[in-house]
């Protein structure tokens, strides 16, 4: 057995905070590396200690391998786990860690190796018996061989990037006049993501099911599974709902995929944990391997949950050489779980990515609630890395009462400064179908209409009007100096209102009010209501309005009010200058920025003619590419960025000149 004392977590976030929890539970030293980014990061201030090792973008800091091998020398680490995403799968690294003398916490780097080319992994699959989608997965990767094998296929069809995942390098492919760009366009964005082009060719499985097993292997040939999670519910290729056990679960169908993803974890001399993700096709209910990730899940507590097992221990556990403890007969699934991944983006504009600043995040204790998280109140969402805020996981003994909890959970919970994902999260949870389990990977696109997930409810902007007024009235009598025997908004005649105006939902709202012996009248489009403050503090108020009391949490910075309450959730609202700032004059042909980001390509040139839908420019921000199109023909005038430019939301990118 090699004795593990301390070891280097080369990742951050969540996860890196998660290991660090497992590793103090065990009695081992833990060490966080950071960027520039993450100097103030939560993860960083929990571990025994901390080495920052360079710029925020990844290639620079966490992807640096011999900046990370240089920590773990600095700090004496034993061994070094990976998380998940950054070097987690790069098995150059897992035979660098070996050759520095570091104890790498995963598989072997002959696995990694096996599964890190997806054409690679499905010839070895075929080989072992586990079942496969039919596709192309050969070494020419030439346009044409690739559309020629396309055509073989039929459509539609998926490209893959054979390394990495995540969505990336992922396009599916309905008609041939789009097979040419679509390749291309993989090409490069698996090019840029993992540094490796080659695309393989899948029948694109057009109502299916994507289900994974967690597998788990010792240094001594023991291979187990640990049940299923299921991971159908996603959006642009990634996950934001796991559960288990999966809705259309039977024992004879966990016994047949349990044994195939066991087959695929001995074909590979499999140990430490990883995943088997298979695609179950609805319609003619076979199931088919689609890859192994060679690592830990971003779900893993889904799993721990139903099982009892600590996966990070037992991670540790193995790299030492312990042999697993338990066996297949001893696993045995208690009740069920759900994950929901909360996430800084705009739902509403197809789940784009957003920055900005957490002022504050709380959550109700709940019991069977597990939150894994490195944000709080005062965190800021970079857009260098990915934009999950959290993982909220829920425990109960069935489906429809851990539902129940969820939704509770996410009804109180407090995250405001940035826009986030959950009011989709709770649309997802409110739709009957997702509740009866009916459901496969286009439910998002089919029965969620993710332009109105934001939308406020009628008479909802009223009250958060009033509430705005009533909060900012009371920081202003606490902040009186002079003249505080004179009635707050004293005027000459009783009845002369003050008044305030804000924005809300893209609605002006002006707000007209009196203060009489400690209760309000507010008139808002002739409509009148009664209000009183029952309790206040410096970032919650309570009110009654119109009989009604309820609570609102409340940060005010600047002009903007952030308020939230169980009933509305998360709201932004703007008071409207008393001497307003002039907007921002829009230039003619000129295409902005929509979100912090990176150039990651420029497409045109000064002087090139263009036509309506030409790509200008991708950027990429979070781990998310987003390309940038002509919006009418013109000529390309100038052109205010270089690939690899860092820029803000709202950045000139370019100008054009209309024909």
Known sequence: MKKVNTILIANRGEIASRVIRACKKMGITCVAVYSDADSNALFVKQADLAIHIGGSEPVKSYLDQDKIIAAAKRSGADAIHPGYGFLSENASFVKRCHDEGIIFIGPKSEAIEAMGSKSRAKELMKKSGVPIVPGYNGKDQSDATLKAEALKIGFPLLLKATAGGGGKGMRIVHEEKDILSAINSAKREAKNAFGDD???IEKYIESGRHIEFQIFG????NVI?????ECTIQRRYQKVIEESPSPIMTSALRAKMGEAAVLAAKALNYDNAGTVEFIFDDKTERFYFLEVNTRLQVEHPVTEAITGLDLVQMQIESAQGLPLKI???DVKGNGYAIEARLYAEDASNNFAPVTGKVHKFEFPDIDGLRVESAIESGSEISMFYDPMIAKIIVKDSNREAAHRKLEYMLQNLVCQGTITNQAFLQTLLRHNNFRDGKYNTHFIDEHINISEINNLPEGVAEELAIA???FGWH????????????PSGWRNSFYEYQKETFFIDEKKVTVKYRHLHKNFTFLIDEQEFEASIIDVSSNA????????????AIKCIGNNYFIHTAAIGNVQIIKEDRFPVKEKEKIPGGYESPMPSQVVKIHVSAGDKIKENDPLIVISSMKMETTIEADEDGVVEEIYVE????VEAGFLLLKINKN
Do not use: V, W
């Open 225 to 229: 599974h640990l049940l299923e999670r």
């Open 475 to 486: 920081q202003r009598e606490m902040s009186r100096k002079t003249l505080k025997s004179l």
């Open 468 to 470: 705005a007024t009533l």
């Open 541 to 552: 108020i309570r009110l009654n309005i119109n009989g009604l009391q309820q609570d609102y």
């Open 327 to 329: 066996e297949q007969d």
């Open 643 to 646: 690939e690899g430019t860092n």
């Open 198 to 200: 080659e695309l393989l």
């Open 218 to 221: 010792d240094q001594h040939g």
